[in-house]
């Protein structure tokens, strides 16, 4: 899982180094501005790391977590299946 992690966050900075180069806006055919779909990738692959990163239990260093005073953090819980119990 923690290859996985690292993995993750590799793609995440591909991601952000490609989405600082190309610009958030593009322009369409028609000539209309919209979101550069690297944007929802980066949101998206971040989502993803973020969730390995807590399933190791691993702290994200937040000011949260520093004022806190908690050490504990839970994990994910596993993985649901389709049409209940598998």
Do not use: F, W
Request: net charge positive.
């Amino acid at each position: 899982m923690l290859r996985q992690a690292v993995r993750a966050a590799d793609r995440c900075e591909a991601l952000a180094a490609a989405l600082a180069e190309t610009g958030l806006t593009q322009l369409t055919a028609h000539g209309a501005v919209k979101c550069n779909p690297l944007a929802s990738e980066l949101r998206s692959a971040e989502l993803g790391l973020c969730r390995l990163l807590l399933c190791l239990r691993i702290p994200l260093g937040g000011v949260e977590d520093e004022q806190s005073g908690r050490d504990q953090h839970r994990g994910m819980r596993g993985v649901y299946s389709l049409g209940g119990a598998a």
